[in-house]
T-cell receptor, first 119, second 114 residues
Framework: EAGVAQSPRYKIIEKRQSVAFWCNPI?????LYWYQQILGQGPKLLIQ????????DSQLPKDRFSAERLKGVDSTLKIQPAKLEDSAVYLC?????????????????FGAGTRLSVL | AQKVTQAQTEISVVEKEDVTLDCVYE???????LFWYKQPPSGELVFLIR??????QNEISGRYSWNFQKSTSSFNFTITASQVVDSAVYFC???????????FGAGTTVTVRA
């Protein structure tokens, strides 16, 4: 079974530029998450989708960050304009559909992440 | 609010030594899940173990074991007979029973020297 796919792996941009990250979750997983991981810290949830609807975006800086999951499968996360403090690894995760996966419904499976450097 | 604390920033051991990672959590929920994830240099977070709040039975899975104690809000993780491939950052995480959001600790970097 293929894992969570993310691209690009690395991105370097200058401040005030825009950037987009892509995530393709594990096939059949209804729930998708985007996390931000700053160097030396644990991941912090930015947004959670259930199919193509937003469940929680309370930690997403909406003045510059946006995310969508139009068809309930893959997702994009965008930053516009980027700031120096956005330098981090952006991780995507997915988990099985609640109610269908039984015991495994709340285990999140992560991609390798996109490392963003804002100069 | 949920909070996960991993007091150990770094641990360095020689191969075959045991490594114990400490995790202390805070939550007001009575039903919750605790996790350990491993993040090797490749960057991908790898799921290791999960425990729910109603099951304090400690188990062993291969070289991994865990000690869950609700009385002290601790969920410690042990790697027995460590190997160089165990070198990674290990994260403890907590989620509520119904919204599945993970709150992570800051991580503990484990270095296993040959």
């Amino acid at each position: 079974e293929a894992g969570v796919a993310q691209s690009p792996r690395y991105k370097i941009i200058e401040k005030r530029q825009s950037v987009a990250f892509w995530c393709n979750p594990i096939s059949g997983h209804a729930t998708l998450y985007w996390y931000q991981q700053i160097l030396g810290q644990g991941p912090k949830l930015l947004i959670q989708f259930q199919n193509n609807g937003v469940v929680d975006d309370s930690q997403l800086p909406k003045d510059r960050f946006s995310a969508e999951r139009l068809k309930g499968v893959d997702s994009t996360l965008k930053i516009q304009p980027a700031k120096l403090e956005d330098s981090a690894v952006y991780l995507c995760a997915s988990s099985p559909t609640p109610g269908l996966a039984g015991e495994y419904k709340n285990i999140q499976y992560f991609g390798a992440g996109t490392r963003l450097s804002v100069l | 609010a949920q909070k996960v604390t991993q007091a150990q920033t770094e641990i360095s051991v020689v191969e075959k030594e045991d490594v114990t990672l400490d995790c202390v959590y805070e939550t007001r929920d009575t039903t919750y899940y605790l996790f350990w994830y491993k993040q090797p240099p490749s960057g991908e977070l790898v799921f290791l173990i999960r425990r729910n709040s109603f099951d304090e039975q400690n188990e062993i899975s291969g070289r991994y074991s865990w000690n869950f104690q609700k009385s002290t809000s601790s969920f410690n993780f042990t790697i027995t007979a460590s190997q160089v491939v165990d070198s990674a950052v290990y994260f403890c995480a907590l989620s509520e029973a119904y919204d599945y959001k993970l709150s992570f600790g800051a991580g503990t970097t484990v270095t296993v020297r040959a």
